[in-house]
C-alpha cells in the first residue's frame, strides 16, 4: 500500500441479527424460560438485503433470518432453538437482554477507522478487508523490475550433457524464482562468460531497462573479480561495497550507477541464496514499498549440539527444522557453501555475530526461513543415509517425511532427545562383532528405546570395471601400485575396515602402509566415484553403488542396518506405517530386487531388542 | 512433483577446490609452518571451467581459483592467505592434509541418491536443487482449477454505494486470492442472487467447465437452505456433508456432483476463511497432489489469558499474534464471526477441541496460519484503542506495529506479560478522580513501568444534528423521551458515567431510571452511528467522533489518554521513535488540527510517573 487505508463505511453496516430467530422487545421476555415462555405475535419477515418496512410495537416478534437488518423497536433476537410456532405467534422460551444477539452497526468497524497503514503487504486477508469496505481501488507501490543474470565459464545451462569441469546454472533460475516469490518481476537473462567486455555490455543493456541487476559469480577477489571491475565502471557513485565479512558471501559486490542498483552474489549456490535473504531480499522490499524488517518472520527454535562458528567472520548457517518435544530444533547443515544438497535440505539460517566461536547445544536461536514454503514432516528419520529407506519412505505417498542425514551416532543423540522418531543405525561393537543392540545400554536408553530389525548390505571392495588392477582381497590395499579410498572416521564401514586391517598391518601404521589411507570421503557413492574416475584404484562401500556407477564389486561380508525408535514414538500412526511397510512382502522384494547386495532378514521389521 | 527425483550428475561433478589458492601434494607441504616455509614450484593455473591437461609432480604446485577442477596428482589446495610468490615459485607457510580446501566429487550429492519424493512442492529452493542437476523438465500435477461465487441478496459488488441493508462481497474476491496464493487457478464468477434456479443454472455452467465449485452463504438451514437443496440436485453422490459440529463454521456443505467438488462455504466471512483453511485448502492440496497433512506450518504460541471457548462444539478461535518474552503470544480476537475488523486483524486459528470449555492463561497453543504473509511487529501497541495513536502510528512508516485493542485494563496486563511495549490507557481513579497513576502501584508495576503523558479527549453527549430532543445535560438522560446508548461496563467512559449519574439518581437503578442505559455499545464510533441513525437519541463518546458522523455534541468534561510503557522495553528503538513522534511539535499539531476535542497538556510526550 501507498496510502493509508481508512474505513468508508461501518461495520457492520446496519444493526444485524447473527442468529436464526425472531427480533423482540428484550423487555417483552426478560422473564421467559422453560417453565414459563411468553408468547409474542409474528408479524413478518426479516430478510437479509432489505430493511423491513415499519415498526415492531412491544408484544409483537418478527421472524429474522443470520444477516438481516433488525427492524425498528426490536433490540434484541431469540434464538430459533429456543421457540416454538403456535399459530401466527410463537412461544419463547428463554429471555434475552437488551442488544443479544445482534451485531450493533459500526461495532466492529467504524466510518474513520485506519484499517491499514502506509507499506502494508495486500495478500488474501488484506484483500478481504479491503472488500469488506467495498474497496476497489488502493494506490500501491510499484514494484521494481530485476535482470538476472549468472556469470562464469564454468557454467551451463540445463538440459544439456555436464561437460567435465563444469557446473549447471543454479543461481540464475533460483534467484529469478525467489523474486516471483517476493512478488517482484524478474527476467532470467541467461549466462555471460568471464569476460569483461561481454559482461560490461549485457549489463549496460540491462540498465537501461531494469531498475536492478543481480548478477551471481566471478565476485571473487582471487584472480579475476571482474565484477568489482564492471560494476565499478559503469557509472557513479559506483561500487559501494566490495566484500563482506560474513561467511559464506565474503564475494559480495554492491554498486550504484545511473541511479540503479547492482547487486553481485557468492558464485556458490547456497552463498548466493543465503546472501540474497540478507542483503538483497530487504533492499528489494524496501524498493517494493515494504517495510524490510519484516522480510520473512523468523522462527525460534534450538540447536541440538555445538556447532563450531564463524570465529571472528559473521557466519550464516544452514539449517534443517524438525519439531522436538519442546518446539523447533534446528539441524546444522555442516555442509559447504558448494554443496547442492544443502539447497535441498535447508530451511533456513541462523546469523550468527562474528564474536561467537560455537553455539552452546539447546540454545534458543532464531532462524531466517529461505522458503515462504516451510513445511514440518509427519516422520522424521535421522542418523545413517540409506538407499533402502529412501526406497521404503518413496512407498509411503501420503507422509511428509524428513531425512537428515548425519550419521549412527548422532541419530542416537536424536532419538533421545526426542527429535528423531527413527534413528537408521550400523554401528558395529567390537568386542561382540554384533550390530546396533549392544549400544541401547551404552547410550542409557535400554527401556527407552527399540531397535527394529532392518536388513542386510553387503560390503566390500569397490575396483574398477574389468578390475584391471587384479585386486583380490583387503591385503592388496598394501600393494605399491594402489591407491585407496577411505570412508571418513566414524562410520560403520571405517570401523568394519579398521577391524579388517588390524591383522594385515601387524603394528605397522595404516597411514604409511596404505596410499590413500588418508584420502577420506564421507559417503559410500563418493567412494564409487573416485574410483569409476580413476582419482583410486579401490575404495570400500555397500554393492548397491553398482547400480550407479560403472565399477566392480568384490564381496567382503555383510553388515545390519536396524532402526533405532523412541518408545513414546512408536504408536505414532506415521511410525506404524513406516514398520508396517518394512514388515511387507511387496517392499522387502522391491528392496532385494532393486538395491544389489541388500538382504532380508528373518526378523526384518520385528522389534530385536528394547 | 509427480514423480521422486533421482541425482543424475554428482555434485560436485569432480574435485573441486572451495578457495583460492595453491593446488598442492599435501605430503610436499606437511611440514610447512611460519617459520619453516616451504617452496614450491608454479608450474600452470587451473581455471574454473576447464580441466588442467596434464599432471603435477611432487615438488610442483598449480595457481587454483575457487571452484576450479583439482589437477591429477594434487590431493590438496593451500589458501593464498597462506602463501607467498616468489619467481615463479610460491612458499607455503601452512602444512595441509589430504583432501583439505577439496570438496570431493559425489561427496555432496551422488548419482542415483534420492533428491525430492513426489508430492514436494516446488518453490525457489527445489527449483535450485533440481537446477543443481541440470534438471529441466519434472513431471507434476495438475492443480484443479476452481470456480469461486458469492450467493445472497444481500451481497453487493465493491466499487458501488452501499445501499441499506446490504453487505460487500468479502468472500469472493478473498477466497480467489487465497486460492492464487495456493498457486491454483481461480475464477471469480460474481455474486448470484438467493434464487435456486438461476444459482443452479450458474452452477451447472461452472461444473462443465471446472474442476470444483466453491460458493459461500446461503447456506444457512434455516429458512432458505439454497445451497444445500442446489448441491443435492446436481448429481450423484449429491450433498455428503450438510453442517459441521463447528463454532463458527457450522453451515459448510460438501457434495460431489458429476465427478466434480461442490464446496459451500459460510456466508460470514470470518467463517468463511476458518473454514476455507481447515476444510477446502486440504482438500484442494490432495487435489493438486501436494499433502494435505502439511498445508500451513503451524506456530507454537501461549494465550494470554482464559478465553470461553466452544462447549460442545469444536471451535475456531481467531488470533493475533505478538511476540512475547518467550515465544509468540496468540491474543484471541474475541470478534463475532460476522466480523470484519478481525479479517484485517486475524494471523490465524486455534482449533479447540470440542471437550474443552476454556483455555488457560499461558496455555499452549498450536496456531494455524491463515496468510502465508506473517509478520511480526517492531511495536505492539495493547490497550485503549484511540485515532490518536492511529495518526502517531501513521507518521512512523518504516515501523511494522500492531495495534490490539483489549479496553485500558487489559492493556496493563500485556505490558506486565511482557507482550506489549505500549499500553493506551484512560482509567480514571474514582477516589482520587485522577487519570491512570494511582494504577501503577494496583497493578504491581511501580519501578517496573513507567507512565508517559499522552494527551486531553474532550467527552461529552452526542445527539442528532440540530439537536431535535433539545438536550442540554447528563439529567436529560432520566427523561421519558430519550433514549440512551451506553457503552460496555469496564470501558474508561462508563465509568465517568455512571460517576456524574450517581448524585442525579439518588439511589434509584439506573437501568430503570433510564431507557436504554442496558443498550451497550464496545466503541466511541458506535455510539455515533447509534445516535446517527436514529436508534438513539443521545450517547456519551469523545468529541472526535464528529468528525465521521452527523451528529452534533454537547461538552461534559475532558479524560486523559496516556501510554503505560514497560521500562525493560523504554530504550527499545521501535519505542524511542514512538516517544520522540509523540513529543514532536508536528505530531501534536496534527492532533489538535485533525481530531476535534484533542488537547495536548504541558506534559504530553514526558514520564509523569515511575
Given at each position: 500500500?501507498?496510502?493509508?487505508?481508512?474505513?468508508?463505511?461501518?461495520?457492520?453496516?446496519?444493526?444485524?441479527?447473527?442468529?436464526?430467530?425472531?427480533?423482540?422487545?428484550?423487555?417483552?421476555?426478560?422473564?421467559?424460560?422453560?417453565?414459563?415462555?411468553?408468547?409474542?405475535?409474528?408479524?413478518?419477515?426479516?430478510?437479509?438485503?432489505?430493511i423491513f418496512p415499519g415498526e415492531v410495537p412491544p408484544g409483537?416478534?418478527?421472524?429474522?433470518?443470520?444477516?438481516?437488518?433488525?427492524?425498528?423497536?426490536?433490540?434484541?433476537?431469540?434464538?430459533?432453538?429456543?421457540?416454538?410456532?403456535?399459530?401466527?405467534?410463537?412461544?419463547?422460551?428463554?429471555?434475552?437482554?437488551?442488544?443479544?444477539?445482534?451485531?450493533?452497526?459500526?461495532?466492529?468497524?467504524?466510518?474513520?477507522?485506519?484499517?491499514?497503514?502506509?507499506?502494508?503487504?495486500?495478500?488474501?486477508?488484506?484483500?478481504?478487508?479491503?472488500?469488506?469496505?467495498?474497496?476497489?481501488?488502493?494506490?500501491?507501490?510499484?514494484?521494481?523490475?530485476?535482470?538476472?543474470?549468472?556469470?562464469?565459464?564454468?557454467?551451463?545451462?540445463?538440459?544439456?550433457?555436464?561437460k567435465p569441469g563444469r557446473v549447471y546454472d543454479v543461481n540464475?533460475?533460483?534467484?529469478?524464482?525467489?523474486?516471483?516469490?517476493?512478488?517482484?518481476?524478474?527476467?532470467?537473462?541467461?549466462?555471460?562468460?568471464?569476460?569483461?567486455?561481454?559482461?560490461?555490455?549485457?549489463?549496460?543493456?540491462?540498465?537501461?531497462?531494469?531498475?536492478?541487476?543481480?548478477?551471481?559469480?566471478?565476485?571473487?577477489?582471487?584472480?579475476?573479480?571482474?565484477?568489482?571491475?564492471?560494476?565499478?565502471?559503469?557509472?557513479?557513485?559506483?561500487?559501494?561495497?566490495?566484500?563482506?565479512?560474513?561467511?559464506?558471501?565474503?564475494?559480495?559486490?554492491?554498486?550504484?550507477?545511473?541511479?540503479?542498483?547492482?547487486?553481485?552474489?557468492?558464485?556458490?549456490?547456497?552463498?548466493?541464496?543465503?546472501?540474497?535473504?540478507?542483503?538483497?531480499?530487504?533492499?528489494?522490499?524496501?524498493?517494493?514499498?515494504?517495510?524490510?524488517?519484516?522480510?520473512?518472520?523468523?522462527?525460534?527454535?534450538?540447536?541440538?549440539?555445538?556447532?563450531?562458528?564463524?570465529?571472528?567472520?559473521?557466519?550464516?548457517?544452514?539449517?534443517?527444522?524438525?519439531?522436538?518435544?519442546?518446539?523447533?530444533?534446528?539441524?546444522?547443515?555442516?555442509?559447504?557453501?558448494?554443496?547442492?544438497?544443502?539447497?535441498?535440505?535447508?530451511?533456513?539460517?541462523?546469523?550468527?555475530?562474528?564474536?561467537?566461536?560455537?553455539?552452546?547445544?539447546?540454545?534458543?536461536?532464531?532462524?531466517?526461513?529461505?522458503?515462504?514454503?516451510?513445511?514440518?514432516?509427519?516422520?522424521?528419520?535421522?542418523?545413517?543415509?540409506?538407499?533402502?529407506?529412501?526406497?521404503?519412505?518413496?512407498?509411503?505417498?501420503?507422509?511428509?517425511?524428513?531425512?537428515?542425514?548425519?550419521?549412527?551416532?548422532?541419530?542416537?543423540?536424536?532419538?533421545?532427545?526426542?527429535?528423531?522418531?527413527?534413528?537408521?543405525?550400523?554401528?558395529?561393537?567390537?568386542?561382540?562383532?554384533?550390530?546396533?543392540?549392544?549400544?541401547?545400554?551404552?547410550?542409557?536408553?535400554?527401556?527407552?528405546?527399540?531397535?527394529?530389525?532392518?536388513?542386510?548390505?553387503?560390503?566390500?571392495?569397490?575396483?574398477?570395471?574389468?578390475?584391471?588392477?587384479?585386486?583380490?582381497?583387503?591385503?592388496?590395499?598394501?600393494?605399491?601400485?594402489?591407491?585407496?579410498?577411505?570412508?571418513?572416521?566414524?562410520?560403520?564401514?571405517?570401523?568394519?575396515?579398521?577391524?579388517?586391517?588390524?591383522?594385515?598391518?601387524?603394528?605397522?601404521?595404516?597411514?604409511?602402509?596404505?596410499?590413500?589411507?588418508?584420502?577420506?570421503?564421507?559417503?559410500?557413492?563418493?567412494?564409487?566415484?573416485?574410483?569409476?574416475?580413476?582419482?583410486?584404484?579401490?575404495?570400500?562401500?555397500?554393492?548397491?553403488?553398482?547400480?550407479?556407477?560403472?565399477?566392480?564389486?568384490?564381496?567382503?561380508?555383510?553388515?545390519?542396518?536396524?532402526?533405532?525408535?523412541?518408545?513414546?514414538?512408536?504408536?505414532?500412526?506415521?511410525?506404524?506405517?513406516?514398520?508396517?511397510?518394512?514388515?511387507?512382502?511387496?517392499?522387502?522384494?522391491?528392496?532385494?530386487?532393486?538395491?544389489?547386495?541388500?538382504?532380508?532378514?528373518?526378523?526384518?521389521?520385528?522389534?530385536?531388542?528394547?
Amino acid at each position: 500500500l501507498a496510502e493509508p487505508v481508512y474505513a468508508r463505511v461501518d461495520s457492520p453496516p446496519f444493526d444485524r441479527s447473527v442468529v436464526d430467530g425472531f427480533a423482540v422487545h428484550a423487555s417483552d421476555v426478560f422473564a421467559a424460560d422453560e417453565a414459563h415462555p411468553i408468547k409474542l405475535k409474528i408479524i413478518g419477515r426479516a430478510e437479509v438485503g432489505m430493511i423491513f418496512p415499519g415498526e415492531v410495537p412491544p408484544g409483537h416478534c418478527l421472524e429474522i433470518a443470520t444477516g438481516a437488518p433488525v427492524p425498528r423497536g426490536c433490540d434484541a433476537v431469540v434464538m430459533v432453538e429456543y421457540t416454538k410456532r403456535v399459530g401466527d405467534g410463537v412461544l419463547i422460551y428463554r429471555g434475552v437482554s437488551p442488544g443479544e444477539n445482534i451485531a450493533q452497526a459500526g461495532s466492529d468497524i467504524s466510518d474513520g477507522d485506519l484499517i491499514f497503514r502506509r507499506h502494508r503487504l495486500i495478500s488474501s486477508r488484506e484483500l478481504a478487508a479491503l472488500a469488506a469496505q467495498g474497496v476497489e481501488r488502493v494506490r500501491v507501490y510499484r514494484t521494481p523490475s530485476v535482470a538476472v543474470f549468472s556469470t562464469g565459464n564454468e557454467v551451463m545451462p540445463a538440459g544439456q550433457p555436464l561437460k567435465p569441469g563444469r557446473v549447471y546454472d543454479v543461481n540464475g533460475p533460483a534467484t529469478a524464482s525467489l523474486l516471483r516469490e517476493m512478488g517482484i518481476h524478474a527476467q532470467l537473462l541467461g549466462i555471460l562468460p568471464d569476460d569483461e567486455a561481454a559482461i560490461r555490455g549485457s549489463l549496460e543493456e540491462a540498465l537501461s531497462r531494469y531498475d536492478v541487476v543481480i548478477t551471481s559469480g566471478s565476485t571473487s577477489a582471487g584472480f579475476g573479480d571482474v565484477i568489482y571491475r564492471v560494476f565499478d565502471g559503469l557509472g557513479r557513485p559506483g561500487v559501494l561495497v566490495h566484500g563482506l565479512r560474513l561467511k559464506p558471501g565474503k564475494p559480495t559486490v554492491i554498486a550504484v550507477a545511473r541511479g540503479k542498483l547492482l547487486i553481485g552474489l557468492p558464485g556458490f549456490p547456497l552463498s548466493a541464496l543465503m546472501v540474497f535473504h540478507l542483503v538483497a531480499r530487504p533492499l528489494l522490499l524496501m524498493m517494493a514499498g515494504q517495510r524490510p524488517s519484516t522480510a520473512l518472520m523468523s522462527l525460534e527454535a534450538r540447536v541440538p549440539f555445538t556447532p563450531e562458528v564463524g570465529r571472528g567472520k559473521r557466519e550464516l548457517l544452514p539449517v534443517q527444522l524438525v519439531g522436538g518435544r519442546e518446539g523447533l530444533i534446528a539441524y546444522p547443515l555442516l555442509a559447504h557453501s558448494g554443496s547442492a544438497s544443502a539447497l535441498a535440505l535447508a530451511d533456513g539460517f541462523i546469523d550468527i555475530p562474528e564474536d561467537r566461536e560455537f553455539l552452546r547445544a539447546d540454545e534458543r536461536v532464531s532462524v531466517t526461513p529461505i522458503t515462504p514454503h516451510l513445511r514440518l514432516s509427519d516422520l522424521t528419520i535421522i542418523g545413517s543415509h540409506c538407499p533402502g529407506i529412501d526406497r521404503l519412505v518413496e512407498r509411503l505417498p501420503g507422509l511428509e517425511v524428513k531425512s537428515v542425514s548425519v550419521g549412527s551416532w548422532a541419530g542416537w543423540e536424536a532419538v533421545k532427545r526426542g527429535e528423531a522418531d527413527i534413528a537408521g543405525t550400523h554401528l558395529l561393537d567390537e568386542s561382540t562383532m554384533e550390530y546396533n543392540v549392544p549400544f541401547l545400554r551404552r547410550a542409557g536408553l535400554e527401556g527407552r528405546a527399540v531397535i527394529v530389525r532392518g536388513y542386510s548390505r553387503r560390503i566390500g571392495l569397490v575396483v574398477a570395471r574389468g578390475n584391471p588392477k587384479h585386486i583380490r582381497s583387503i591385503e592388496d590395499l598394501l600393494r605399491e601400485d594402489i591407491i585407496f579410498v577411505n570412508r571418513v572416521r566414524g562410520s560403520g564401514i571405517r570401523t568394519y575396515l579398521d577391524l579388517r586391517l588390524k591383522p594385515i598391518l601387524g603394528g605397522r601404521e595404516p597411514g604409511r602402509a596404505i596410499h590413500g589411507y588418508h584420502y577420506e570421503v564421507k559417503t559410500h557413492t563418493a567412494v564409487a566415484a573416485a574410483v569409476e574416475q580413476g582419482r583410486a584404484d579401490v575404495g570400500i562401500a555397500i554393492e548397491a553403488v553398482k547400480k550407479y556407477y560403472g565399477v566392480d564389486f568384490i564381496p567382503l561380508g555383510e553388515e545390519i542396518y536396524d532402526l533405532l525408535i523412541s518408545k513414546e514414538r512408536l504408536s505414532k500412526p506415521a511410525v506404524q506405517m513406516f514398520l508396517r511397510e518394512l514388515g511387507s512382502e511387496e517392499f522387502q522384494r522391491e528392496l532385494v530386487e532393486e538395491l544389489p547386495g541388500y538382504g532380508v532378514l528373518p526378523d526384518t521389521g520385528k522389534v530385536i531388542a528394547g
